[in-house]
């Protein structure tokens, strides 16, 4: 399967709480909510056309908690719902036992390489939505084969951002972009390594 990352970031590169104002108030952030009236029918579809292409679902523990309280109460009621709910999800973690979000499998121990055994099944996608400490640790090891950049022209100004300050250096190939009638672009790449650089 192809592990790929889907984030919404905003221009100076937040990717707290984009939903909802109480989505997530870590930290003390009360900006949340900011990427919703930036969205439009055509970013929403390519939302769900998103969710139906994965085979799996990896999450990191805080978002994986805050997605099963949230879609796991949805039954299947939109596309997102449907397939979160049916398709087999793997959350990282060393303190969660019980997940209840059925049909999860938590992943402890020697985590990279449990994800290349996932990575070698065949399939389509192994996605990964939000948990940005995951998707940094991911794109550390060399894991990542593609990610998913949702830019909405927002400003936020505070807030965790989806590329910490002392993330290493990686060079990034553009497989595809796409812009949006409110705003939105998107922006798909795939790691090429560390860049070479002149001089």
Known sequence: M??????????DGVMQGPGAFEEDRRGGFERGGWATGRFDSE?????????????????????????ASYWGA?????????????????????????PQWAPTTV???????????????????????????????????????????LIVPVLVGQGQRLF???SSVIALDLVDSRAFPRGTTLQVYRPAGRPQHDG
């Open 107 to 149: 992943l402890s121990g020697n985590v990279a390489a449990a994800i290349g055994e996932l990575k070698a099944k065949p399939g389509g996608e192994l996605q990964v939505h939000g948990s940005g400490v995951l998707v940094r640790w991911l794109l550390e090891n060399g894991l990542l084969d593609e990610i998913n950049l």
């Open 164 to 166: 910490a300050e002392d």
């Open 2 to 11: 192809k592990l790929t990352t889907t984030s919404q970031v905003s221009v």
């Open 43 to 67: 970013v929403g579809a390519f939302i769900g056309e998103l969710y139906q292409r994965a085979d799996a679902f990896l999450f990191g523990r805080w978002t994986f908690e805050l997605f």
């Open 74 to 98: 949805r039954a299947d009621s939109s596309p997102i719902a449907a397939a979160l709910n049916r398709r087999p999800k793997y959350v990282v973690s060393s303190t969660l036992s019980d």
